[in-house]
T-cell receptor, first 116, second 116 residues
Framework: QQQVKQSPQSLIVQKGGISIINCAYENTAFDYFPWYQQFPGKGPALLIAIRPDVSEKKEGRFTISFNKSAKQFSLHIMDSQPGDSATYFCAASSGSAGAGSYQLTFGKGTKLSVIP | NAGVMQNPRHLVRRRGQEARLRCSPMKGHSHVYWYRQLPEEGLKFMVYLQKENIIDESGMPKERFSAEFPKEGPSILRIQQVVRGDSAAYFC??????????????FGAGTRLSVL
């Protein structure tokens, strides 16, 4: 049972455009939602994260939108650049003891290609 | 301030051999997580350890796999009698003590295991 569903699987965006990646979760105990960026042959790098007490968080060109009632969250990359071309993973975890020990449950990833 | 260090970066083993993967967490971090990533897939949780304790091994295969995080030295993920299906990238993540920074995990560059 996949607990975090991510879409689309791949995304092609023109330079300067907006990249949008969506995730939906099932476990209402989740209370931490990070996004990771991974380049080929590298480890995932923490990009931005949100907790459910806010509906939006912005850091530079990256914004997370969070909809608690719909159990959905999304990543928006403004002014997308070729250097943003990577695979992006959403994830979720719970901080409640005995509810998963803070392990991250990952989506399957979105391969983003930003073309000049 | 070094990040999460994993070695070796690449490991080749023949079927039936043992694989040992090492992970040194970030300075000041005492929580270690191991994840496995198959090609074109997201990361799957395997085990969560604190110094000298396995906290959650719910994602670990019941046979051939073991993990430890001794009082001194790195965390070790051991795979005995490897099979071709064990070929994957294995990532280690570390996090600081709980509290406001709980859940936040930083990943190493991974060990890519190839079983011939």
């Amino acid at each position: 049972q996949q607990q975090v569903k991510q879409s689309p699987q791949s995304l092609i965006v023109q330079k300067g455009g907006i990249s949008i990646i969506n995730c939906a979760y099932e476990n209402t105990a989740f209370d931490y939602f990070p996004w990771y960026q991974q380049f080929p042959g590298k480890g995932p790098a923490l990009l931005i994260a949100i907790r459910p007490d806010v509906s939006e968080k912005k850091e530079g060109r990256f914004t997370i939108s969070f909809n608690k009632s719909a159990k959905q969250f999304s990543l928006h990359i403004m002014d997308s650049q070729p250097g943003d071309s990577a695979t992006y993973f959403c994830a979720a975890s719970s901080g409640s003891a005995g509810a998963g020990s803070y392990q991250l449950t990952f989506g399957k990833g979105t391969k983003l290609s930003v073309i000049p | 301030n070094a990040g999460v260090m994993q070695n070796p970066r690449h490991l080749v083993r023949r079927r039936g051999q043992e694989a040992r993967l090492r992970c040194s967490p970030m300075k000041g971090h005492s929580h270690v997580y191991w994840y496995r990533q198959l090609p074109e897939e997201g990361l799957k949780f395997m085990v969560y350890l604190q110094k000298e304790n396995i906290i959650d091994e719910s994602g670990m295969p019941k046979e051939r796999f073991s993990a430890e995080f001794p009082k001194e030295g790195p965390s070790i993920l051991r795979i005995q009698q490897v099979v071709r299906g064990d070929s994957a990238a294995y990532f280690c993540a570390s996090s600081p003590e709980q509290g406001a920074l709980k859940n936040i995990q930083y990943f190493g560059a991974g060990t890519r295991l190839s079983v011939l």
